[in-house]
């Protein structure tokens, strides 16, 4: 769990820093928005990189996680600026399994 929530923060300060000042800055909240969509993603998709879960529980929770973002992104945005970051967050928890399917252990922590 420590772990996750560290991947969390780095993937969310990563990416915030690299959308602020490198890629174009859309408003400082909205590119805070956006890395923590990252980093959420990352976090989660480690935390879930685990054999006590089950196909269907990752896929739920990730789900779940998903919804929440559109809906914090919703409150604080709109509904088209709050779409992109399930689109970030689906490619990075994507991303995260792919790499990890080419490991032998079938698993990024062993």
Known sequence: MKRALLYL???????????YFLLGSQGWE?????????????GMAYFLDDPKFTLPQKL??????????VLIGFLLFGLELAVP???????VF??????ASFKPSKS???
């Open 108 to 110: 990024l922590r062993n």
């Open 85 to 91: 970051s399930v689109i970030k967050f689906s490619m």
């Open 60 to 69: 739920g929770i990730s789900f779940l996680g998903m919804g929440l973002l």
């Open 9 to 19: 923060t780095g993937g969310t300060a990563v990416s915030f820093l690299l959308n």
């Open 94 to 99: 994507v991303a995260y399994y792919l790499i």
């Open 30 to 42: 909205l590119d805070l928005y956006y890395g923590f969509a990252f980093g959420s993603a990352w």
